[in-house]
């Protein structure tokens, strides 16, 4: 199947820094890629959605100013959280997909555990 | 808006045995799709199974299948032959075919299959 890949898997940063973390579809051009937030034991959150070439689109509630997406081209993501904070601090999962309106396919990727100390 | 509803937190089911995992889902739309997505350890998430809402058959994936009751608006998981590998967090997921596409993930079941 289809593979979505995530860099890094894990990352630790001190408070008021940023990072960035790379999303990027390996053997198919993704129509859309989505951006998800999980925190420990509890559902995945949709943070954002994006199509290359264009500006992401935010979930109600989620800071687009602290949470920047660039869609750069087709198999390439990234979320880059600045001036992060400890409540950052979090599972983050993205996902793209392939194909439009109802013949779509959507791969996750293995996600990227954020550690804002 | 739509919701989605897993009322049991955690399972547990003896290997070989059969489980079922319950969902429920709240929509005004006719057309839609369903999924069952298995999180293990790792972390990846995993497609299951998936039901258009269009379908009246069930879904069947090998020891997975569905029971989608539409009018009820119930989604529920059955494992049949359970394995140790089937160890995972599950969470139930609908996305609307009108609109976005955007996933709407369920709480998730813990699952726990006992040697």
């Known amino acids: 199947g289809a593979v979505v890949s995530q860099h890094p898997s894990r990352v630790i940063c001190k408070s008021g820094t940023s990072v960035k973390i790379e999303c990027r579809s390996l053997?198919?051009?993704?129509?859309?890629m989505f951006w998800y937030r999980q925190f420990p034991k509890q559902s995945l959150m949709l943070m954002a959605t994006?199509?290359?070439?264009?500006?992401?689109?935010?979930e109600q509630g989620v800071e687009k100013d602290k949470f920047l997406i660039n869609h750069a081209s087709l198999t390439l993501s990234t979320l880059t959280v600045t001036s992060a904070h400890p409540e950052d601090s979090s599972f983050y999962i993205c996902?793209?997909?392939?194909?439009?309106?109802?013949?779509?396919?959507?791969?996750f990727g293995p996600g990227t555990r954020l550690t804002v100390t | 808006a739509q919701t989605v509803t897993q009322s049991q937190p955690e399972m547990s089911v003896q290997e070989a045995e059969t489980v079922t995992l319950s969902c429920t889902y709240d929509?005004?739309?006719?057309?839609?799709?369903l999924f069952w997505y298995k999180q293990p350890p790792s972390r990846q998430m995993i497609l299951v199974i998936r039901q258009e809402a269009y379908k009246q058959q069930n879904a069947t994936e090998n020891r997975f299948s569905v029971n989608f009751q539409k009018a009820a608006k119930s989604f529920s998981l059955k494992i049949s032959d359970s394995q140790l590998g089937d160890t995972a967090m599950y969470f139930c997921?609908?996305?609307?075919?009108?609109?976005?596409?955007?996933?709407?993930f369920g709480t998730g079941t813990r699952l726990k299959v006992l040697a």
């Open positions: 997921a609908f996305i609307s075919t009108s609109g976005t596409y955007k996933y709407i």
């Open positions: 053997d198919f051009q993704a129509t859309t």
């Open positions: 996902s793209a997909r392939i194909g439009t309106g109802l013949d779509y396919e959507q791969y």
């Open positions: 994006s199509n290359e070439g264009s500006k992401a689109t935010y």
């Open positions: 929509t005004s739309e006719n057309n839609y799709y």
